[in-house]
């Protein structure tokens, strides 16, 4: 039973996504606990591991029953990938669409309420700024509809101003003699004023990749929200999913509502709430897509926890190449909204040299607070 220190963290997220995927209510924050707690009791007990991680994971008491049975099924053997039968067949009642509708919005209760953008009810400003201020993974199932409701129409405000600000500098073409000579006529013919021929300006490319990993169930629909805004009002964005592999989504966004383009995505064997290899993923882009979409007015977005299975120079290597000929690089980390979170897991410690802005993005005010840094670029 004993693990390599460094092999620690990587087991425990995979344990926690294979209780995810077994019906257990597992976020961001109870994954972190449960990597604290096992580095707290060792893993050379196995009993002693099993109870600190089902205090830490279980909140019912179907769940510290079912516990058992998942713990036993992950430490017995590979099991990365087993699922309990019963889950199984549960997936299968709920058929291809349903099923993977369900893992990527988190079982969203808000459904109707993502239509599109404006949504009908009226919240105080008190509940505005509480759902702002709420971390994705720790919203009820009560408050979900209206947090969709409002992060649709706030995130379209925002891209709708950034739309109109997010252009490159205004750069001088060649000198416009003619011109030049016109305006400098009232003195006396001395060149004080000089006019240039104007150069047509262009916004910058936005790229935008989102983990869609285990470890991120719980932000995937409000980072979708977010792509979504952008590329409704940017007419250069192209926005990509990954998690083991790499899948543009760009097409699917397009659409004009938001809910059939989520239906859309859903139908995708993109790797949802699967294992996350960064790096790779990076170096699909950049061979890829990086010759046509990788240039100095390129702004450069990464969504995730940076939770990394693969080797951590990989996606060093591949961040740098990225950073050497893009414009900017902005990480956006969910886990950087809890006061105790820094960055020391091999894959975040790796990427960190080669990125511009790193920022949260657990809540809906960590994701508007984008756009001051978009508006800079």
């Given at each position: 039973m004993a693990l390599p220190e460094k092999d620690l963290a990587s087991r425990i997220v995979e344990f926690c996504r294979f209780c995810r995927a077994s019906g257990l209510s597992i976020g961001v924050h109870e994954s972190m606990d449960s990597l604290d707690a096992a580095r707290l009791v060792g893993v050379e007990d196995r009993q002693s591991l099993e109870s600190a991680l089902r205090a830490v994971l279980c909140s019912s008491k179907d769940e510290w029953e079912q516990f058992d049975e998942l713990f036993a099924a992950f430490w017995n053997s590979s099991g990365l990938d087993a699922v309990p039968e019963s889950r199984r067949k549960a997936q299968q009642k709920e058929g291809p669409s349903q099923g993977a509708i369900a893992t990527l919005l988190g079982r969203s209760a808000a459904g109707q309420a993502a239509k599109d953008d404006e949504g009908k009810s009226v919240m105080g400003a008190t509940v505005c700024e509480r759902l702002k201020r709420s971390d994705f993974s720790q919203v009820s199932q009560n408050d979900l509809p209206e947090l969709e409701r409002l992060s649709v129409r706030l995130l379209k405000q925002m891209s709708q101003r950034l739309s109109r600000r997010l252009k490159t500098m205004r750069q001088r073409g060649q000198l416009d003699l003619r011109r030049t000579i016109r305006r400098n006529i009232s003195h006396g013919g001395d060149l004080l004023e000089l006019s240039y021929k104007a150069r047509k300006t262009q916004p910058n490319r936005l790229v935008v990749l989102l983990d869609i990993s285990g470890s991120m169930n719980s932000y995937s629909l409000f980072f979708l929200h977010f792509a979504f805004a952008l590329q409704r009002h940017f007419t250069r964005v192209n926005?990509?999913?990954?998690?083991?592999?790499?899948?543009?989504?760009?097409?699917?966004?397009?659409?004009?509502?938001?809910?059939?383009?989520?239906?859309?995505?859903?139908?995708?064997?993109?790797?949802?709430?699967g294992g996350t290899k960064i790096g790779e993923s990076l170096r699909e882009f950049v061979l890829s897509y990086g010759g046509r979409m990788l240039s100095r007015d390129t702004v450069f977005i990464v969504l995730s926890d940076g939770w990394d299975t693969g080797p951590p120079e990989v996606l060093a290597e591949q961040l740098q190449s990225v950073r050497r000929r893009a414009r900017t690089v902005i990480w956006l980390n969910p886990l950087l909204g809890m006061r105790e979170y820094e960055p020391v897991t091999q894959g975040m410690s790796a990427a960190l040299p080669y990125i511009d802005v790193f920022a949260p993005a657990h809540n809906l005010e960590s994701l508007l607070a984008l756009e001051k840094h978009l508006a800079g670029n």
């Open positions: 926005t990509f999913l990954f998690s083991t592999q790499l899948t543009e989504i760009t097409p699917s966004l397009r659409n004009r509502r938001l809910e059939p383009a989520l239906q859309s995505l859903a139908q995708q064997a993109a790797g949802w709430s």
